[in-house]
């Protein structure tokens, strides 16, 4: 038997399987999720009725700039209205 | 089939070039996927936010990384520390060694494996890549498939002989004859 027959191979190929739907293309939205957080927080200094209402409700937030309101971008939009 | 290198691709990630990060995250998706849920075991819900924190992390972090050729193991041990950290949320008194599975070492070498074979079949060409992905990691039927492909379903056993007959070789140029324990 060699090191690696079909057998092998195949059972290798099928350790990585495909992901989900939707979370590839959530996590290649970065880029663009980072901008739209720095889009809302330049706005929220400058206006603070948005800022309530981005605080109150940051989900609303982001999906107004088209973006996915995943856990990691909720998180870091939270961190930054801590943070500023 | 040329494929683009971790470190060039990394470099343009650097750049601000979006294409290189759909490329990145596109090539490492499933081993991400992979360590969190068969690696750490996570169910899909926790698995999710892992996923997503480690990219997250990645695209925030990508300045601090040093060698661009260093890539996989960086983001390897940044999806192990974030899985551990989902564990350790979970079951707050348990010590790292007591929430992390046993066989985690060993399920994480046979990840790598599995994506040095991944990165050999991206080489193959098209028809190659696409039935052994749909027939391995998609577990889809011969039916599936060749109704898929256009193809007389008596062709599709022995299409896929003859692409892992094409991927041996290619596996084998980059080291995986020297792993022990195998065949």
Not at chain 2, 107 to 118: N, W
Not at chain 2, 173 to 178: F, K
Request: aromatic share 6%.
């Amino acid at each position: 038997m060699t090191a690696f027959d079909h057998e092998e191979l195949g059972r290798l190929i099928a350790a990585l399987r495909p992901v989900p739907a939707g979370w590839v293309r959530a996590a290649q939205e970065l880029p663009a999720a980072r901008l739209a957080i720095e889009g809302i927080v330049s706005r929220a200094v400058a206006d603070a009725a948005y800022r309530d209402r981005v605080v109150a409700d940051l989900e609303s937030a982001l999906a107004e700039e088209g973006i996915e309101p995943t856990p990691a971008v909720l998180d870091e939009l939270r961190d930054r209205f801590i943070s500023d | 089939m040329t494929v683009t290198s971790d470190d060039q691709l990394v470099a343009r990630c650097r750049a601000g070039e979006t294409p290189a990060w759909n490329e990145l995250v596109e090539r490492y998706s499933r081993y991400v996927y992979a360590i969190c849920t068969q690696g750490f075991r996570l169910q899909d819900h926790d698995a999710e936010d892992v996923f997503q924190d480690v990219f997250t992390r990645v695209y925030t972090n990508l300045d601090r990384l040093r060698e661009d050729g260093a890539f996989r193991p960086w983001l390897a041990q940044l999806t192990r520390r974030s899985c551990l950290d989902r564990l350790r949320s979970s079951a707050r008194e348990a010590l790292a060694e007591e929430v992390e599975p046993r066989d985690v070492d060993e399920t994480l070498s046979l990840i790598d494996d599995a994506l040095m074979v991944h990165e050999a079949m991206a080489t193959l060409p098209d028809n190659c890549r696409d039935i052994l992905d749909r027939f391995f990691a998609r577990d889809e039927s011969y039916r599936v498939i060749a109704d898929a492909l256009g193809l007389p379903p008596g062709t599709v056993a022995s299409r896929i002989s003859r692409c892992l007959d094409k991927l041996k070789p290619l596996v084998e140029e980059r080291g995986g004859a020297a792993r022990p324990g195998v065949g």
